[in-house]
């Protein structure tokens, strides 16, 4: 079957109604979506994995449900989720168990120092976030235990202990 772009869908929800589309959409295509819910995302998920793709990649999503961050954690390759600005704990908890590749939460400019230290447990190689401004000391310390690559290009102050704490990191 021939892969079908879908250039103006935003929204996606119920797998029963898009079934015949879900299964021929080039998992690439998604990235115009901009809410998903489960059904849909388990759907894209499935062809993730039957087509072997190393990425989910949703550059448009901008707020995620608790559900389908547990979907989408399952997944053993990169996670790239730029847009996406706020996270419960909850959410960041269900992040953390991860073990793909990359965790790409470039949006992410502001956390709670508990939503930080959730994400500090992140699995994979690699954890992205776009914390901006000052990190805080509590943040620090929970980020500097992490383990793997750790990017965090818009921090601009830290503490002297904070410092301290995030350079135990390996």
């Known amino acids: ?3 079908i772009a879908m250039g103006g ?3 996606l929800e119920k797998n029963q109604e898009f079934d015949p589309i879900i299964n021929r959409l080039l998992y690439k295509g998604l990235n115009i979506v901009r809410k998903i819910g489960p059904d849909a ?3 894209a998920m499935k062809e993730a994995r039957q087509n072997s793709v190393q990425e989910v990649d949703l550059p448009q ?3 995620i449900e608790e559900e389908c961050v547990e979907l989408i954690t399952e997944f053993r390759g990169n996670i790239s989720l730029p847009n996406i600005k706020a996270l419960t704990i909850e959410q960041a908890t269900a992040f953390a168990k991860h073990r793909g590749g990359v965790l790409y939460l470039q949006g992410l400019r502001e ?3 508990e939503v930080i230290e959730a994400l500090s447990h992140h699995k994979g190689s690699q954890l992205i976030l776009g ?3 000052r990190l805080s000391d509590r943040a620090a310390t ?3 235990a992490h ?3 750790l990017f965090l290009g818009r921090i601009t102050q830290m503490s002297d202990e904070a410092q301290k704490a995030m350079s135990v990191h390996k």
């Open 41 to 43: 995302l388990r759907a």
């Open 147 to 149: 383990k793997g690559l």
């Open 142 to 144: 929970a980020l500097g």
């Open 61 to 63: 999503l901008e707020t």
């Open 131 to 133: 914390l901006s401004g």
């Open 9 to 11: 869908l935003i929204s």
């Open 111 to 113: 956390a709670s120092d």
């Open 1 to 3: 079957s021939s892969p």
